[in-house]
């Protein structure tokens, strides 16, 4: 079984970052590159889940050299092989996710992945595209969210546990080809020893550049959907809350509103008193609401 | 052609989730602005008893498929019937609520369409120039950023549930029903084995329906014990506050609050013996019912609460246990 992890360089945002005013582009000289958190846990699950008999793991990026360091740590953490796909055309500000999703389905049909994997989300742009976009591309199964996975007892086929409704759970299994994405709690990365890091410094990375992969321009250019336009501080999200009475808000209570972001909630139910009258109170506002079914 | 907006009208366990009555809600007041028509897309095996729900929120015109086949979510099965309605009107935004479902089928239209997709935006506004602005977190949240789409563009857009709130509900409102045709469907690509239920004593808190927090109002570790069974009782996951992370009582992942970098939006959350730090309140002030258990009337957090118990915990919390176990054996004698 062929099994491919996409993983991608990002910046640090837990790092020192702070917005005061509107700006063009964020300052991020503070910030260092690592790996996504998600694609990391990726790799781990999959290693921890695939015996080595049974699945090669190969981490791919779509990044220029500067990203190596990114693939190396990948192979120290259980990747068996490392591609890295760029070419000198190619120019980082310009790669939107669209175009990186269409590279990267030209290197996985070079390598004839059985299973793609990849982070449900990155860590400055939470957008998760590019799984789903894979699974398109591919026309693949699609499994989201995934944080467990087991080999059948007959190494035929993989179950995946996903993600389900209020901490449920999915037990699902796929044809193939299939993409599945991973959260970034789904497995903790392991610490690599001194000895894992050099040896995978000596792995030998392959490099695929557009003519390698036989990827013409029209078939990885693609106009970004949206522009940016600024960066800005955070700014709390107007909420509806539902009112407690029908009467309309005073002056005060509506520029409140606005300086919140949204309205304020007021509580309209303080019980005082007797412990049995408020236990009573309680086990009939969960009734009420629902949360409790006698 | 129509010119549209659609909401993906999720349902689950035969009851329509809040979270697509805050799409609804979303879609109606940009639908208002733009003068087009909400359309909200009900699936599944009984899902045409949802029509008056959907309409009544806010939905212009409902496509009810129904089908035996559709009782299970497909990712396969939904994008075909996304697209066969795609082809009959202009759409400009697809709102969908990121549920688990929800999220996989928002992204994957967006790759289908080759369209906008924004996640866990915080405002959409159109412009004079019909073109669309959209307001997205960004660098976990530290940041906004403001992002542009061509009026020519379909925008994909998730929220997650609890983020917005539900608008009010108008029963008199009407709509037309359009009963569509889901008979001839492709395979699905996977094959669901079961489900597990999860276990409140593993689940993240970020997945959980209802949390119970603890607070300063505790004197000792064991002390929390007192909560244990009413969270049990309610199927709620017992975290904390950054005090008690502190002291060693709760681990990391069970705090709560702004600090811990992570904000919980439940169904219930049940504060005990907390005054509620500014921290602890960003964290979960967008919790569908706060109940909180203080000796202290003026505290900030008996304010932003919807109901407040105030008393010594250590009375109230037993009081309350006894009266589950009371109601609980009442209902297996009935």
């Keep these: ?294 | 052609m129509a010119h549209e907006i659609w909401v993906w009208a999720e349902h689950l366990n035969n009851e329509l989730r809040e979270s697509s009555l805050e799409m609804l809600g979303e879609a109606r007041k940009l639908a208002d602005k733009m003068g087009c028509t909400v359309s909200a897309f009900l699936i599944g095996d009984n899902a045409s008893k949802f029509t008056d729900s959907v309409i009544s929120y806010g939905a212009d015109l409902v496509y009810v498929f129904e089908n035996e086949g559709l009782k299970d979510f497909s990712i396969e099965k939904y994008l075909y019937l996304f697209s066969s309605k795609k082809k009959e009107s202009k759409v400009y935004m697809i709102f969908i609520a990121a549920t688990p479902d929800g999220s996989a089928l928002a992204l994957r239209l967006a790759a289908r369409f080759q369209c906008g997709y924004v996640a866990n935006t915080v405002t959409t506004a159109m412009q004079p120039d019909l073109s669309i602005k959209s307001t997205v977190p960004v660098y976990l949240g530290k940041g906004h950023c403001v992002l542009r789409f061509e009026a020519s563009e379909t925008l994909v857009i998730s929220m997650k549930p609890g983020s917005v709130g539900i608008t009010g509900e108008n029963k008199t409102r009407k709509g037309e029903i359009e009963i569509c045709d889901a008979t001839s469907l492709p395979e699905s690509k996977t094959i669901i084995k079961g489900y597990i239920k999860a276990d409140p004593n593993t689940v993240s808190m970020d997945e959980t329906e209802d949390v119970a927090a603890a607070g300063s109002g505790f004197r000792t570790q064991a002390d929390i014990e007192l909560l244990k069974p009413i969270a049990d009782s309610i199927g709620a996951v017992v975290g904390g506050s950054k005090p008690m992370m502190d002291k060693g009582w709760i681990p990391r992942s069970r705090l709560i609050g702004q600090s811990s970098g992570r904000r919980i939006s439940p169904r219930l959350c049940l504060c005990t013996g907390i005054s509620g730090s500014n921290q602890f309140i960003e964290g979960m002030k967008d919790s569908r019912n706060i109940i909180v258990i203080n000796k202290d009337k003026g505290a900030p957090l008996v304010k932003l609460a919807d109901m407040a118990l105030i008393g010594d915990l250590y009375e109230i919390l037993p009081e309350i246990e006894r009266e589950l176990k009371s109601r609980q054996a009442t209902t297996y004698q009935k």
């Design chain 1, 1 to 294: 079984m062929q099994i491919i992890v996409c993983v991608k360089s990002e910046l640090d945002a837990t790092g020192p970052i702070k917005l005061i005013e509107p700006v063009d582009k964020i300052n991020t000289k503070d910030l260092v590159q690592t790996i996504n958190p998600a694609d990391h846990a990726a790799l781990t699950l999959v290693r921890n889940s695939i015996p080595h008999d049974m699945g090669m793991i190969t981490v791919i990026t779509v990044s220029p050299a500067s990203a190596e360091k990114i693939l190396r740590i990948c192979l120290a953490s259980g990747a068996d092989n490392a591609v890295r796909v760029w070419d000198e055309s190619l120019k980082e500000e310009n790669l939107n996710a669209k175009s990186v999703a269409s590279l990267l389905h030209k290197a996985i049909q070079l390598l004839k992945a059985d299973l793609v994997v990849c982070g449900s989300e990155g860590l400055c742009e939470t957008s998760g595209y590019i799984g789903p976009a894979l699974a398109e591309l591919l026309d693949a199964a699609q499994i989201c969210r995934v944080d467990h996975m087991e080999v059948s007892d007959d190494k035929q086929s993989i179950l995946f546990h996903r993600k389900h409704n209020y901490g449920n759970r999915e037990v699902i299994t796929c044809l193939k080809p299939a993409v599945i994405t991973v959260d970034y709690d789904a497995a903790k990365p392991p610490a690599v020893s001194m000895k894992e890091s050099i040896k995978a410094s000596k792995v030998p990375i392959m490099h695929l550049d557009l003519e390698s992969l036989g990827c013409k321009e029209d078939e990885w250019t693609h106009n970004a959907n949206a522009n940016v336009l600024q960066y800005m501080p955070p700014r709390p999200r107007t909420k509806k809350i539902k009112q407690a009475s029908d009467k309309p808000l005073t002056p005060q209570q509506k520029m409140q509103q606005m300086l919140g972001g949204g309205a304020a909630k007021q509580s309209s139910n303080i019980i005082e008193g007797d412990s049995k009258k408020a236990a009573k109170e309680f086990v009939d506002f969960l009734i009420a609401e629902r949360i409790l079914n006698f």
